[in-house]
């Protein structure tokens, strides 16, 4: 239970933020067992859409990165699409442009390996930066 003393001690809108991760990333996990992805994003593109931005005191880009891969280490299995799909429902609620990216490629066994990411105006807000250049991207899909 030290992570939850941890969790309170963070100031309010850190804490709000990091709680808001662990729940929005644990939903998603537990949505990708149950549904189709593109139903998945349907469902939280309306979530997003319903929440309405005050315009101050939301949380910036690197907060919210922050905050994503804080709740990952409490998530079990919560893999990059998860953190990909928590990190734009998040980016959207608090105003930014965020673009789900997903790039594959093949590992010298030759299987097929996939990996998710989020970009906000150009800019890699979730997912390892480091390795992404080993990826040809996919279209990218609409919100």
Do not use: N
């Not at 992805?37 to 939280?44: I, N």
């Not at 929440?51 to 919210?64: A, V």
């Not at 590992?107 to 998710?116: C, Q, S, V, Y």
């Not at 989020?118 to 990826?135: D, F, K, M, N, T």
């Amino acid at each position: 239970m030290a992570w939850l003393r941890k969790i309170w001690r963070l100031p309010a809108p850190d804490r709000f933020l990091l709680l808001q991760a662990i729940g929005l990333l644990a939903a998603i996990r537990v949505g990708l067992w149950l549904l189709p992805l593109g139903a998945l994003r349907r469902l939280l593109r309306r979530a997003t859409e319903r929440r309405t931005t005050s315009g101050s005191g939301e949380p910036s880009k690197r907060r919210i990165a922050w905050a994503i891969a804080s709740a990952q280490r409490l998530v079990p299995r919560a893999t990059c699409l998860p953190q990909a799909l928590a990190a734009q429902v998040l980016l959207a609620r608090s105003g930014y442009a965020a673009d789900l990216r997903i790039g594959v490629t093949k590992t010298l066994e030759g299987e097929l390996e996939a990996h998710a990411w989020v970009e906000s105006e150009g800019e890699v807000v979730v997912g390892r930066i480091a390795e992404l250049a080993r990826y040809a991207r996919l279209s990218p899909a609409p919100w």
